[in-house]
């Protein structure tokens, strides 16, 4: 397995580091924060990051993608990540496109791939209901009424909900609450009538929302997929989506780990720098270490999904367990090891902190993936 | 046909003809020696054919009787052993440690003259580092080597010798020059134990067994064609060596099985079902437990492909920072193994001997309190986060 990024990779991963330090550095973010900005996340932006191609890094070029794979997309993600991006890469241009290529026949795939692609078309992934990630408990329903299905229920943390042009929805059409089978997946019009979307502010003031479902009616050539099996479809995408977050997540790590090196180099006490003290040397040094593992377990997961291993799925909670896990620990020390100024707003340290949380919880929490992964491993 | 694909036969039709059946059994393996002890008839056809053909040491320059192979040819070389199940031939701290010092800083005359005896398994080799006042500041060691004619005199003791009650000859830092500044007053030489004036007492461990030793150095000699690299200067040399020692202490923390072999569940999960049980539907019915081990498995796998990705990039910080990382992280890691087994094992993991323990319970116990010198032994976990802090992260004194 190949674990370092080739050279066509590392120049896409080089190029969107440039991109991103450029024109969207960390208070790009805050700006967007602070202006309480309605979209959540720059649509200026965005089309300049079509441009570049990367909303098509997942797409085939037979609908104008550039079929980079989740390794580029993962060499992306890491970069955007450092600098705490808000955009639709995640939402749209990894989970979007995955949805739309697993489960889409040829007429959609042709239609949506090529929107997303050219940046002109943005999706929301509608699947949690809860608090916690629990992917096939789900009760929000889909009944068939003539040619139409008739959709009532309500969906959480929907990740630019709000915002998206499209929403790719979860529903139950026939099974009980938890049953794997008996879900299928439909694109939705989101000014569709008694689509009710509210967006969530949460404490990372990245862009999630709820959305609510009454008598929601959806043409039936909007299913995704087969009926009722929309769970292998899911099962793959929220693979990616997992590796894909641990990729943002490990860069979120290593941006809050310099900035602590960095400050740990300069702020003095006692007549001398912070960072000559063997207190705070030995932790910064266990950090290093937990990174190395984390960056190891992303590249493996992303090469899992380009290779195509059979040993995907436990690379995907290997992957998300590590990024959550590393990332906890070092938001957790670069508040604390930055002292008083780490809990100030002024600082951008606290910003690497709250989102640890939220990405903690998108697609499954380290706690989830280890338990996940020891049933994978038949124990 | 490529010439990967020749090789590869080759090495196959090789094995099948050399490699005799009770080496294809797992077991001991032989650390040679001027008067090797074998276990089995075997292990010494094994070790002689090995030797010869320079596998035992595959990647060594052929001039100095290595096996001269490619990283590739090497990599094939190791998944065929693996196929038929043959162990090694040889153990040896000459092959793990010396050797790769030497290659790198010996004379040709002292390669010609140790590395043949390194790859053949003539000589056993033991380190001559710690002293009773040296332990993590390894530089201000005193043992003292002085200029007699062709010869030096060596006066001192050393302590944690690994098997030095077996070995026939010491790799050893002595001191030739001033006490201060402690690094620059040291060189590296190479000191034969079958001597009068060296006396070697093994050390009883809390394992209850002895693989480490005093050595004492009463007016012992070494002749001068034994300092390796240049005099005063063998702190450079004892620095890669450690490298060499770390990187090897690192691959302990790979736990069997955790991988991605073709069997998923690894071996610490086996033995957890084995004393734990399991629950309705087949999991570990000890939660806490499948917590721990499930945690193990995962850092092990991530060490594993740091491990890998490591010797495919030499730009990761260079070798200090691999090896440091490595041999804080993998013996951290064993240490845990073990804990981790003697938690689902409950008291029939805290046998000392005789029964109702069978002889694997014991040998888990034993190999527990060993693995306690794991973290301590070639660096300890702080000196190692040292060198991490300061060679990778450059924070300051």
């Known amino acids: 397995m190949a674990l370092l990024f080739n050279e066509e990779q590392q120049y896409l991963k080089d190029t969107a580091k440039d991109f991103v330090q450029k024109n969207a550095p960390i208070n790009h973010f805050r700006e967007l924060r602070d202006s309480k900005d309605e979209t959540g996340y720059s649509k200026e932006l965005w089309k300049q990051m079509a441009e570049l191609g990367w909303a098509g890094v997942l797409i085939s070029e037979e609908y104008g993608g550039s079929d980079f794979g989740m390794v580029g997309m993962g060499g992306i993600l890491e970069e955007t990540g450092r600098c705490l991006v808000p955009s639709p890469l995640f939402s749209t241009a990894l989970l979007g496109a995955s949805l739309i290529e697993l489960g889409g026949k040829a007429d959609q795939k042709k239609d949506l791939l090529t929107k997303i692609a050219k940046g002109e078309l943005t999706t929301a992934f509608a699947l949690e209901e809860g608090s916690r990630h629990t992917p096939y408990r789900i009760s929000t329903t889909a009944e068939k009424k003539g040619k139409n299905f008739v959709l009532n229920g309500k969906k959480t943390f929907v990740l630019d909900g709000h915002s998206a042009d499209l929403i790719v929805l979860a529903a139950r059409t026939s099974g009980g609450i938890e049953d794997q089978s008996g879900i299928s997946l439909f694109l939705i019009d989101p000014n569709s009538t008694g689509l009710q979307r509210k967006r969530t502010h949460m404490v990372d003031s990245r862009n999630a929302s709820e959305i609510h479902l009454k008598d929601v009616e959806v043409p039936e050539t909007k299913l995704l997929g087969e009926l009722d099996a929309g769970f292998s479809i899911i099962e793959e995408v929220l693979e990616r989506g997992q590796i894909g977050i641990s990729a943002e997540m490990l860069g979120n790590t290593l941006e809050a780990f310099d900035i602590t090196l960095e400050y740990l180099k300069e702020r003095k006490q006692f007549g001398a720098v912070i960072g000559s003290f063997q207190a705070l040397q030995h932790r910064a040094a266990v950090m290093f270490a937990e990174i190395e593992l984390t960056k190891s377990s992303v590249m493996g997961a992303l090469n899992a999904v380009d290779e195509n291993s059979n040993d995907r799925s436990r690379f995907a909670s290997l992957a998300k367990f590590k990024a959550g896990e590393t990332l906890h620990l070092v938001s957790s020390e670069a508040v604390q090891m930055h002292g008083g100024v780490g809990v100030t707003d002024e600082f951008d340290i606290g910003f690497f902190l709250k989102r640890s949380r939220v990405a903690e919880q998108i697609f499954g929490s380290s706690d989830y993936h280890l338990d996940r992964y020891a049933t994978l491993s038949e124990y | 046909m490529s010439d990967i694909q020749t090789f590869r036969e080759e090495t196959q039709g090789w094995l099948k003809k050399n490699c005799p059946p009770e080496m294809r059994k797992p077991g001991d393996v032989c650390w040679g020696g001027r008067n090797p002890s074998f276990s089995h008839p075997d292990q010494e056809i094994w070790l002689e054919k090995m030797g010869e053909k320079g596998w035992t040491c595959p990647m060594w320059p052929r001039e100095y009787g290595g096996g001269g192979l490619s990283h590739e040819e090497n990599k094939i070389l190791q998944e065929e052993m693996f196929a038929i199940g043959a162990r090694p031939a040889l153990a040896s701290f000459g092959i793990w440690m010396l050797g790769p010092a030497l290659l790198e800083f010996a004379s040709h005359e002292q390669k010609l003259e140790h590395i043949p005896n390194i790859v053949k398994g003539?000589?056993?080799?033991?380190?001559?580092?710690?002293?009773?006042?040296?332990?993590?500041?390894?530089?201000?060691?005193?043992?003292?080597?002085?200029?007699?004619?062709?010869?030096?005199?060596?006066?001192?003791?050393?302590?944690?010798?690994?098997?030095?009650?077996?070995?026939?000859?010491?790799?050893?830092?002595?001191?030739?020059?001033?006490?201060?500044?402690?690094?620059?007053?040291?060189?590296?030489?190479?000191?034969?134990?079958?001597?009068?004036?060296?006396?070697?007492?093994?050390?009883?461990?809390?394992?209850?067994?002895?693989?480490?030793?005093?050595?004492?150095?009463?007016?012992?000699?070494?002749?001068?064609?034994?300092?390796?690299?240049?005099?005063?200067?063998?702190?450079?040399?004892?620095?890669?060596?450690?490298?060499?020692?770390?990187?090897?202490?690192?691959?302990?923390?790979?736990?069997?099985?955790?991988?991605?072999?073709?069997?998923?569940?690894?071996?610490?999960?086996?033995?957890?079902?084995?004393?734990?049980?399991?629950?309705?539907?087949?999991?570990?019915?000890?939660?806490?437990?499948?917590?721990?081990i499930a945690k193990h498995d995962l850092n092990s796998r991530a060490f594993g492909l740091t491990l890998q990705r490591m010797a495919e990039d030499a730009k990761t910080g260079g070798p200090s920072a691999t090896a440091s990382m490595g041999k804080y992280y993998g013996s951290e890691q064993n240490k845990l193994r073990y804990e981790i087994m003697l938690q689902a094992m409950g008291t029939q993991a805290l046998g000392w001997e005789g029964e109702p323990f069978t002889p694997e319970e014991l040998a888990i116990t034993r190999e527990w309190l060993r693995s306690k010198a794991n973290s301590i032994e070639g660096g300890t976990s702080e000196i190692n986060l040292n060198v991490i802090s300061k060679r990778v992260l450059n924070l300051p004194n």
């Open chain 2, 122 to 292: 003539k000589i056993w080799w033991c380190q001559g580092y710690s002293e009773p006042g040296s332990g993590s500041d390894l530089a201000s060691l005193s043992t003292k080597a002085v200029e007699d004619g062709d010869n030096y005199i060596i006066n001192g003791q050393k302590i944690w010798t690994s098997n030095a009650n077996y070995a026939d000859m010491i790799f050893c830092l002595v001191r030739t020059g001033p006490q201060e500044p402690k690094h620059n007053g040291i060189s590296f030489l190479l000191i034969d134990m079958d001597q009068p004036g060296v006396e070697v007492k093994p050390i009883k461990l809390i394992s209850g067994k002895s693989p480490f030793c005093e050595t004492f150095f009463t007016d012992a000699t070494a002749p001068k064609s034994n300092l390796i690299g240049e005099i005063n200067k063998g702190w450079t040399i004892a620095k890669r060596l450690l490298q060499h020692e770390r990187s090897m202490i690192s691959g302990m923390g790979l736990a069997t099985g955790a991988g991605s072999g073709p069997k998923k569940t690894s071996g610490m999960a086996e033995l957890g079902k084995k004393y734990a049980g399991t629950d309705e539907k087949n999991r570990l019915a000890d939660s806490q437990l499948r917590a721990k």
